[in-house]
């Protein structure tokens, strides 16, 4: 029942996204894309190592001259054996 949910939200939003952006054409993009990559040695185990990887999007615009929006995308992911 979650991911039918998700789906209709991410697909209601797709679909607002150009009506939103024709109606408030000044939308502001911002982001950030980090890496992390990280590696162990132990004498008595084996070698681990993996990474992180970050990524943000911002977005925001002025409905009017006291009411602003914003909306951000992030997503995470690991990298590795462990």
Known sequence: MKK???AA???MMLMSS???A???PNFDFNGDLK???RWNTYDWQAD???GKVF???NATSEISKDVSVFARFATQRL???N
């Open 4 to 6: 039918v949910t998700t």
């Open 9 to 11: 939200l991410a697909a």
């Open 18 to 20: 150009t009506a939103l």
């Open 22 to 24: 024709a109606e408030f």
């Open 35 to 37: 890496v992390h990559y």
């Open 48 to 50: 681990k190592e993996g």
């Open 55 to 57: 990524f943000r999007l």
């Open 79 to 81: 990298t590795g054996d």
